[in-house]
């Protein structure tokens, strides 16, 4: 009798489970048939206007590089943007680093507005902070300096107080034992601890904002940007690509300088004094070679500082809520945009995972190398720029932000799924080879389990990001909450670029946080 | 006898939270000028919260410290921020794990015993004066680091001369009282004995009055001019090295050979 209860309740179990297993895959389809249609995905118009595409590259090809001498100028001016900001960005995030520390701060009335502050910060995507400071200072490159410190201060400060809370706090209180006052504190035992990673996420937002700074002109912002805006629109193609290739190339060169000094510094290679000397004063004249010709003064300043105010006003006082409904119903497209784009993304580069990784399976190395270089030679093409590529090939609307999103994400997903697939355990895979499995078994019972929550957790992180990515696309014509942060721009509707800001931080945090928590859940099982 | 240098009277330390936990349950005693003590005890018995609570680093952990603390006839537990920061001053914290900056220079790891003594910019940017250089230097010497490893990053020491330059630290505050949490409870028996020996000298020397936590009974004994024996968060010992008889010691403090108590 007991028997029997309990094979009915197991086989009640199972049904249940099954039930629930097919219950979820069905909302699942649901999920992507709702998103496929929010972003008018159709597979027959990308045949039918792929073509095009490639007719487009075709009449940009031969660039033209007569234009060459006329872009040095917006080429350095890309690079003094990215330099000077990244310089006031890491200069806003310190003392926000320092302030939101628990270990530094320990009272949470401190610590809890900063860290507050900090993830507002964190939430604005790049090409919106580019928006605003032009609307706020008008164009030039100065609004990108100012929109740039404001992005890479969100990022050195998330980035860094993350090692913050992992620094040691038994010499802070040696150091608080011999009498000295929190500024000691800070300068002897939390500094000395926390420059190293801070210096080594300045290197990193300094690549980024040097992708960022080469396509904000496209808004007005200065740079590179300015010019590929002006060749678009006069469809001079062949200097689009000469444009397009020379960020390319800026980009590739820069990450490898970058590359280049961080290694130096992880490796702690002690340098002559006069050479160390001789860094300094290069970074120095660096920056104040920006200072100078990016020509900031203060009455922009200022009148910058009054728009803000004057958006935050027009935010808490009199919001545009008429808009709301409109502003809710695109940021979800572009929330169904960064799903869709993200998934195709992650299909793309599910086997260049695994072919650029040659630790199971075996692949020609030739074929494993030149694989792992299509993520890296991917990723230095700025989202922004294919976006603006495919709207020429299929229009406004959300498809080019999907396919420009889908075809960027492959840089990262690609180099992390073959990281992720060349570090597992190999013990398993042994044992079912000596049991005589064939290689797909092998595959399916020790590689995959191994693989897929990591997996699984790499999207979610990248969907996370191509959320923001998806919700400024539209700045350019690609669809979603940017679209109409666009419309509002050019009528000076600023009650209405508050109502989307009122729409996209809560809808990013929220992502941020969900994300968080559900990678944390796939990765620790 | 001489008026003590610190007097705790009546202390109680409860560590709040769901399950609150008394660390220590109203304890009495008194130190003089020049004491050479070892507080002996299991881990968990309250030694750590005894030397924490002195210097209100235990406020760290967010204890609640009740009762009164005297140092140098000075109320600690009422003191202000500042007040607080100038008793810190004149008593040198040794802790189990150093507490040193892996990545900063020995040289600058020491100097920091100095900075309640050096004006606030000047430390602020890293500039000391010559002399505290000097003494920085002797002090290192004089516990045992040779002057070309004093450049060195502190992570390039061993642990044993991590604690020496913790030492050092404590020296350079030109301290009245030392107070040394597990100096040695993270070091092989040969580096304990070496370090305990530094203790002794100093104090032998200068005649800095030293308060030892240990639970090892063989450097208890070996090193203690006064024992005093916690359990449980009391005072249950508080006798000069001759009055105790070992044995029966060692059973009351540490329970019975096979580990029971």
């Not at chain 1, 990244?86 to 200069?91: E, I, N, Q, R």
């Not at chain 1, 860094?160 to 035992?189: F, M």
């Not at chain 1, 009054?306 to 009199?318: D, H, K, M, P, Q």
């Not at chain 2, 009277?9 to 349950?25: E, F, Q, R």
Request: charged share 20%.
């Amino acid at each position: 009798m007991a028997q029997w209860t309990e094979r009915a309740r197991l086989s009640g179990e199972v049904w249940l489970r099954r039930f629930g297993f097919s219950l979820g895959l069905l909302l699942l389809l649901a999920l992507y048939g709702w998103a496929l249609r929010g972003v008018e995905f159709d597979l027959s118009s990308i045949f039918k206007y792929g073509g095009k595409f490639f007719e487009l590259l075709g009449r940009m090809y031969p660039p033209d590089f007569s234009a060459l001498p006329q872009l040095v100028r917006p080429l350095l001016q890309t690079i003094q943007m990215a330099t000077l900001g990244t310089f006031l960005g890491a200069l806003m995030a310190l003392p926000l680093v320092v302030f939101g520390s628990q270990l530094v701060v320990r009272s949470a009335l401190i610590y809890w507005p900063v860290r507050a502050f900090m993830n507002i910060l964190r939430t604005i995507p790049d090409l919106l902070y580019a928006v605003l400071f032009v609307a706020a200072m008008g164009f030039g490159p100065a609004a990108g300096v100012g929109a740039l410190s404001f992005f890479a201060c969100a990022i050195i400060a998330k980035l860094t107080s993350e090692s913050a809370d992992n620094i040691n706090p038994k010499p802070i209180e040696a150091v608080e034992a011999v009498g000295a006052n929190k500024l000691q504190v800070i300068r002897y035992a939390v500094l000395p601890q926390l420059i190293p990673s801070f210096i080594d996420h300045v290197i990193y937002v300094f690549e980024l904002n040097v992708r960022v700074s080469a396509v904000m002109g496209y808004v007005g912002a200065g740079g590179m940007g300015m010019q590929l805006t002006t060749a678009m629109e006069w469809r001079n193609y062949p200097q689009v690509l000469t444009i397009a290739l020379l960020i390319f190339a800026l980009v590739i060169i820069i990450d490898m300088i970058a590359n280049r000094i961080r290694d130096a510094f992880v490796q702690g290679i002690k340098l002559h004094p006069v050479v160390r000397w001789l860094e300094w004063g290069i970074l120095a004249g660096l920056i104040v070679w920006s200072f100078i010709s990016l020509e900031v003064d203060l009455t922009r300043l200022r009148r910058g500082f009054g728009y803000f105010s004057n958006l935050v006003w027009a935010i808490t006082t009199e919001p545009a809520t008429e808009y709301l409904g409109l502003a809710i119903q695109r940021m979800v497209q572009s929330l169904q945009i960064a799903l869709v784009g993200t998934t195709l993304s992650f299909l793309l580069s599910f086997p260049l995972g695994f072919l650029a990784s040659r630790r199971y399976v075996g692949i020609p190395v030739a074929l494993a190398v030149s694989m792992k270089q299509i993520p890296n030679i991917i990723r230095a093409f700025p989202e922004l720029i294919l976006a603006i590529f495919f709207i020429a090939t299929f229009g406004p609307g959300p498809l080019p932000g999907v396919l420009a999103i889908a075809i960027h994400s492959i840089g990262m997903l690609g180099k992390f799924n073959a990281e992720i697939v060349e570090k597992i355990r190999k013990e398993p895979v042994e044992a079912l080879q000596s049991s005589g499995a064939s290689r797909l078994q092998v595959f399916r019972y020790a590689v995959l389990p191994q693989v897929l929550p990591e997996f699984l957790a790499l999207f979610i992180y990248r969907f996370e990001i191509n959320v923001r990515a998806a919700s400024v696309l539209g700045i350019v014509g690609a669809g979603g909450i940017g679209s109409l942060i666009n419309e509002a721009q050019s009528y000076r509707a600023w009650d209405i670029v508050g109502i989307c800001l009122v729409v996209i931080i809560p809808t990013v945090m929220a992502i941020d946080f969900l994300s968080a928590r559900i990678r944390k859940k796939l990765i620790e099982g | 006898m001489a008026t003590p240098i610190l007097r705790v009277h009546n202390l109680t330390v409860i560590y709040p939270g769901v399950h609150p936990v008394k660390a220590l349950d109203n304890v009495n005693l008194e130190i003089y000028p020049g004491e050479f003590v070892v507080v002996a005890g299991v881990s968990g018995s309250g030694k750590s919260t005894l030397l924490r609570a002195i210097n209100r680093l235990a406020e760290n952990d967010h204890a609640r410290i009740e009762g009164e603390i005297y140092f140098d006839g000075i109320n600690v537990l009422k003191a202000s921020r500042r007040q607080l920061r100038e008793i810190r001053s004149h008593i040198g914290f040794i802790f189990q794990e150093y507490n040193v900056v892996e990545r900063l220079p020995v040289l600058t790891n020491t100097l920091v015993g100095s900075l309640a003594q050096v004006g606030f910019l000047r430390s602020l940017l890293g500039r000391f004066p010559k002399e505290q250089i000097e003494r920085a230097h002797r002090a290192l010497v004089r516990v045992g680091i040779p002057q070309h490893r004093h450049g060195d990053r502190a992570a390039r020491l061993s642990g044993g001369q991590k604690q020496r330059v913790g030492i050092a630290r404590a020296l350079l505050q030109r301290p009245k009282l030392i107070l040394a949490d597990e100096p040695v409870a993270s070091l092989d028996p040969i580096t304990a004995n070496v370090v305990m020996n530094i203790f002794k000298k100093i104090n032998e020397d200068e005649g800095i009055t030293t308060i030892v936590n240990l639970h090892d009974p063989v450097l208890t004994f070996k090193y203690g001019k006064r024992i005093i024996g916690l359990k449980g968060g009391r005072i249950i010992y508080d006798k000069p090295i001759s009055a105790i008889n070992r044995e029966t010691f060692e059973e009351d403090i540490y329970g019975t050979v096979d580990g029971e108590g």
